[in-house]
DNA sequence: ACAGCTTGTGCAAACGTTTGAACAAAAGCC
DNA sequence: GGCTTTTGTTCAAACGTTTGCACAAGCTGT
């Protein structure tokens, strides 16, 4: 059915190595046979058969990409879309496919990255935010699997990685707040198994700290990546006798959910409560008032992430393990108010 | 390296065909060699090399979502996301793997489209959104490679698609304004190219005719999807002598840029302009006010066509070639307004 | 007890490449 | 002009599977 290499071969008069060699463009080939060679190739339309060269050279050209489960829920939040996107364009401006592969089960899950890595069906993967002690990281160093990891992990920190300083950016979009003169600063934070709520925390509470201001518990509410926790999380501040002035919110999609809850309560952003987001999603810029958001370079982390494992597969050197994406933090109308004391 | 199918069958003392067979459960093994060669599996943990076996079987196991061009601004639409999240979830639940690509250049997507398909990487292809006469639909077409299009392509309306009823949906829209007592009504449209813009202009223009309501071009205007549009349309259709009183806006993004424009403007929705848009995107619930919004069923569509696909590669009878998915009205405050005429 | 089936297994070819080794022809050297 | 080196090409093995065919052994039924 489809023009093989012996088919190439056979209608240019030579053999199928030569017509191997002229595809790789190998020194020793006369330029005539070259010519003719290509000729042909271009005649009969030829495509190489990527699993049988696959199968010879052991490599696929192809990058997995490892989403977290749920990839349901995962979904709902702009980061992923991307960096995903930041990744598809990297892989493909390389000339890399891309295969992307999740689980519904930590089972499942594992499943699928088995039958990828196992089965020799990419060079490299990139795992796509990391958990608390993730088993796929440990997976992957066990059986010495390329694959650069979104994220940062505590326990490897030697691994090859992209992420950006969250710790920081919490501290950056506290320390603004801060600036604006509010001293009774809440925070919406994310699922604790993921590190980046850690981090993110964390820095919120060094921030407190550095100006002198008790980090109150009360003020600090978990919530999950979607609107709705952070739509909760204002019933639940706006109800308390002692309100903050100002909210840190872990993500601007949960931000979404905070202004809405606000407008309901007949609450006013920024005068009733200020808050800056993370993420500077698309949208950040066009909600009822803009939200502040801190820029983490989400697109910028996916193609990076893409670009250091196909150097990695491909053996060149690494100039650093671990990459940190610069972010700023971009003020609009959700934080400007001043606060007289 | 890696445990192949005669190492297993050296430690079990059979040989490699025995092996295969009783990885493919062949009904010709006996229960004894059956256990004795799945124990020695287990225990060297064994795991099929996809390539080889795709280059004797001829099938990958995989599909690929070609992403249309460019990709990069097409992420910015959560259409994308919820299209995407879908076929993940569907394909990963039976066992498929997904691949996906692009190309920034009409040459460099034909390129890539190639290597998937002659070069035997997928087993089907799903593309993503259709243009006016798509030049991938031909080229598939030609190499009768099997694909579902997401979308409606008009010069071939036999093929494998998955849609909605651009046209119904865009009538709906416009008929619940017309039935809020609305007789100003314009449109923001996408870009002309595509057929969703086409489709969705015809429906919104029926509506107006079948209730005796002249259109007006000036109330048309032609945007993209994204937010800025909608931003850009309001600077103009706010500074008509004569203004609309609602509109239909092509997508809740580019709705968003809507609300924005007409809050800096100091209109007021639905008071001032009504609106109703599409997609239902999830922060159309949560944004100020919430949007009233066609829900297309996106997930569903990437749900069903990975569905589809597979089942075509699989050879499996199809009930229809064109499945469209229903569409429902959701109707929130952006236009929840009685006009008095 | 023998022909004919059935059952279980192995052999070997095939899939479409790549690549080291072999080799013939041409070229370079003194 | 013989010897070595270079150049261009082919041969054949290998990659890890699947699968048609052959075949041995174990059953049937007469």
Redesign the pocket.
């Known amino acids: 059915?489809?023009?093989?290499?012996?088919?190439?071969?056979k209608k240019a008069?030579?053999?199928?190595?030569?017509?191997?060699?002229v595809?790789?463009n190998?020194?020793?080939?006369?330029?005539?046979?070259?010519a003719k060679v290509r000729e042909v190739l271009k005649e009969l339309g030829?495509?190489?058969?990527i699993?049988?060269?696959s199968?010879?050279?052991?490599t696929t050209n192809t990058i997995g990409l490892i989403l977290p489960r749920p990839a349901e829920e995962l979904f709902q939040n702009l980061f992923f879309s991307e960096v995903i996107r930041g990744i598809v364009t990297q892989s493909a401006r390389t000339g890399y496919d891309l295969m992307m592969t999740t689980g519904t089960t930590e089972r499942e899950e594992l499943e699928a990255v088995t039958r990828l890595v196992k089965g020799?069906r990419v060079d490299g993967v990139i795992l796509l935010y990391s958990r608390q002690s993730d088993p796929l990281i440990s997976f992957m160093l066990e059986h010495g699997f390329p694959f650069v990891l979104i994220g940062r992990s505590e326990e490897f920190p030697d691994i090859l990685s992209v992420d950006n300083d969250n710790v920081q950016a919490a501290y950056d979009a506290t320390r603004h707040l801060i600036a604006q003169g509010h001293k009774r600063i809440g925070f919406v934070s994310g699922p604790p198994n993921l590190i980046v709520s850690g981090d993110r925390m964390k820095g919120y509470l060094q921030a407190l700290k550095d100006a002198g201001i008790e980090a109150r518990p009360e003020w600090i509410v978990e919530g999950d990546f979607l609107q709705e926790s952070g739509y909760r999380a204002m019933s639940f501040f706006m109800c308390l006798p002692e309100r903050p002035t100002a909210i840190v919110v872990i993500d601007d999609v949960v931000a979404f959910g905070v202004l809405r809850g606000l407008t309901e309560l007949g609450y006013k952003v920024p005068d009733d409560l200020s808050l800056v987001g993370f993420n500077n999603i698309s949208l950040s810029e066009l909600s009822t008032p803009p939200i502040s958001s801190i820029d983490i370079g989400i697109y910028q982390i996916g193609y990076t992430a893409s670009q250091t494992l196909i150097r990695a597969v491909k053996g060149e050197a690494m100039p650093q393990k671990r990459v940190i994406i610069p972010h700023r933090l971009i003020v609009r109308e959700s934080s400007l108010v001043q606060v007289k004391n």
């Open positions: 059915m489809a023009i093989t290499i012996v088919d190439v071969a008069g030579v053999s199928p190595s030569t017509v191997s060699r595809l790789s190998h020194p020793r080939i006369s330029p005539a046979t070259a030829y495509h190489p058969n699993m049988a060269k199968l010879v050279s052991k020799r």
